[in-house]
């Protein structure tokens, strides 16, 4: 510490001094090269910026802090014009800014390397940017934030009057078109078309969902055998020749090289009694909420796990094969379907593996709320096709059904016809200087049909109806339950009006838009107590939107609903409670009673399903 060292000056002299001093005063020239070439003008500039900095007067603490408050003060003295200005219409010349001198804080209050104080202020300005949680990874107990998370909407989210409303309907061009008999309408689909319904395809990751449903496809005459030879040798030319299956869902080239489904993959098939639309959904756990979208809009759902030990063990006790169970149930999922997957690898044993297998997953089952009576455990294999469309001589110890036998006896859920119009959006097409805008979507509710006028919310737009494809065939009409794609026109249909999550309704009933909810909320599996303020994610349909617990009301008995605590101070894991949400801006929910595509929700933190619940009441209206 005290060593000296001897120095030689620019001018020839010598200087001693202590080694921390030499090493302070050390010209980095000399041992390290700059690959920046810095010009004169530059030099000169970043040492301009301190040259007056020796002439400031130094003060003392005291009169620095009074200088400090003073500052402050002019500070709010020169924006309140401004701010009152720009309250009201009349234009005014902005007030000038009082200038003050510029005080150097006194030593001691030096602000930290690589920072500097503005002039006349003693501490850096306030960031203008928020620095908020990323949209997976919200705070918990967090206070309800000032603005969304996700992108704002391009126009304002506002319940138009039916006046608004009427004024944009007579702006639309006008159609002509027969009124629709909903009864002649569902007599004949019922004596021409099989009845239809849409399966979820849910399990953890690699149980072999793409590899089962492709094969099933394939077995069916979905796949020819051409198509299915192209699949096996590309697969084997990328050295996945196990995928070959997979890959008949898994079209894209990020899938088929990460060798897992990354988003829903639709296709259908016939029984002999129904039409089956499938939507294979993502097993791994970043891509939930995919598969969450894809569970929206099943009636029933295939449950995939993967039978070799250690294995099944991995996916239901920490993989997503309990997530997946839940969320199904809570969505509103009632028939099961179990494909207990991959036992032409277990030989000798596969009778006692599915025997432990399925004991393991009635427990369960029965615990999430599901009847044993509709679920069906099925063992086959995807890679071989045993027990799919046959059964097969290895496994002549199952007596019940085949894997397509279990979808021929599905139940057909019965769509609401008669409720207002809701059309859920899942994507939107939109050609290059053309004014009509093609949608995706599913018809949550009521009917639509060529030359209909529509409403587009949250961002609203009025359109019309110019073409209708339901089913993956060309129609003049849709009902409650169809996949759609529909072709509108309307003269404010905007780059932004229309997302993914936007829905479609009647301008006769519309949906209207809400901040506040009251639910009824059933927590799952928790690391920490849900408390007031926590901030999650709420899920339903297409739609992911930040929400704040802004009031735990009560926690109830979930057989009767009578009311076991009154305002608790937090919700543990596996608790039935009503509680208050509110949103950061207008969303599109509606009460369970209303609505029950729309009055289900799904609240998720840090990549984990936390709860599930029903709208019960919506507490305002914007």
């Not at 992108?151 to 009057?161: D, E, G, K, L, R």
């Not at 469309?389 to 894997?403: F, I, K, R, S």
């Not at 949550?444 to 209708?468: E, H, R, Y």
Request: hydrophobic share 35%; proline share 7%.
């Amino acid at each position: 510490k005290n060593e000296r060292v001897t120095n030689c000056n620019d001018d020839g002299s010598e200087e001693t001094m202590s080694r921390h001093r030499f090493v302070r005063n050390a010209n980095y020239d000399d041992y390290f090269e700059d690959d920046y070439d810095y010009s004169e003008e530059e030099e000169e500039g970043d040492y301009n910026q301190y040259a007056d900095e020796d002439e400031a007067p130094q003060v003392s603490l005291d009169e620095y802090l009074e200088h400090q408050k003073a500052q402050q003060a002019l500070s709010r003295v020169a924006l309140a014009p401004a701010t009152t200005a720009a309250s009201i219409s009349i234009k005014a010349a902005p007030a000038p800014t009082p200038k003050a001198a510029t005080l150097q804080p006194p030593p001691g209050l030096q602000p930290p390397p690589g920072l500097s104080f503005p002039p006349g202020l003693g501490h850096p300005p306030p960031s203008t940017t928020s620095s908020s949680a990323p949209i997976d990874q919200p705070t918990s107990a967090s206070p309800i934030p000032k603005h969304a998370t996700s992108p704002a909407p391009a126009v304002t989210a506002v319940n138009w009057s039916a006046q608004a409303i009427a004024a944009a309907v007579k702006r639309l061009p006008k159609q002509t078109r027969p009124p629709l008999d909903i009864a002649d309408v569902v007599a004949q689909r019922q004596s021409t078309l099989k009845p239809e319904l849409s399966v979820v395809i849910a399990g953890h990751v690699d149980a072999g969902k793409s590899t089962l449903m492709g094969h099933l496809l394939h077995l069916l005459g979905n796949v020819d055998q051409r198509q299915m030879h192209k699949y096996r040798q590309q697969s084997a030319e990328q050295g996945k020749g196990s995928f070959a299956y997979a890959w008949v869902l898994d079209s894209t080239e990020e899938e088929r090289s990460r060798g897992v489904t990354i988003d829903v993959a639709r296709s259908y098939f016939e029984t002999p009694n129904r039409r089956i639309n499938i939507l294979d959904a993502p097993g791994h756990r970043d891509f939930v909420p995919n598969m969450i979208t894809g569970a929206v809009e099943a009636a029933a759902a295939v449950l995939v796990v993967d039978a070799t030990p250690g294995e099944f063990e991995s996916g239901f006790e920490r993989g997503q094969t309990k997530e997946h169970l839940l969320l199904l149930r809570a969505l509103g999922v009632q028939q099961l379907v179990v494909a207990v997957n991959k036992m032409d690898m277990l030989g000798e044993e596969a009778e006692a593996r599915y025997q432990t297998v399925s004991n393991k997953l009635r427990i369960y089952i029965k615990k999430v709320g599901f009847s044993l009576k509709r679920c069906q455990i099925i063992p086959c294999s995807g890679a071989r096709g045993d027990n799919i469309t046959e059964p097969h001589p290895n496994m002549a110890w199952h007596t019940g059904p085949t894997l397509t036998q279990a979808f021929d006896v599905l139940e057909v859920p019965t769509n609401d016809l008669e409720a207002p119009l809701r059309i859920s959006v899942s994507d939107v097409f939109k050609g290059r200087g053309s004014s009509n805008v093609a949608v995706s979507g599913r018809v949550l509710s009521g009917t639509c049909q060529v030359g209909d006028a529509i409403m587009a919310v949250p961002n609203t737009a009025m359109a019309v109806v110019k073409n209708i494809s339901a089913n993956d065939s060309d129609s003049s009409y849709a009902l409650a339950g169809d996949a759609v794609m529909l072709t509108i026109q309307g003269p404010e249909l905007e780059d932004d009006t229309l997302r993914t999550g936007s829905f479609l309704c009647q301008p006769s009933q519309p949906l209207q838009l809400h901040t506040k909810f009251r639910l009824q909320l059933v927590t799952f599996e928790l690391d920490v107590p849900l408390l007031k303020g926590s901030q999650v994610l709420a899920h339903w349909q297409q739609c992911v939107e930040p929400v704040v617990l802004t009031k735990l009301v009560s926690t109830v008995n979930p057989s009767d609903g009578k009311v076991i605590k009154t305002r608790p101070r937090c919700l543990p894991s596996n608790t039935t409670a009503v509680v208050d949400l509110t949103f950061s801006r207008p969303i599109c929910l509606e009460t369970m009673q209303a609505s029950k595509a729309l009055g289900r929700v799904t609240l998720r933190h840090n990549g984990v399903t936390v709860g599930a619940g029903i709208v019960l009441s919506i507490k305002d209206k914007v």
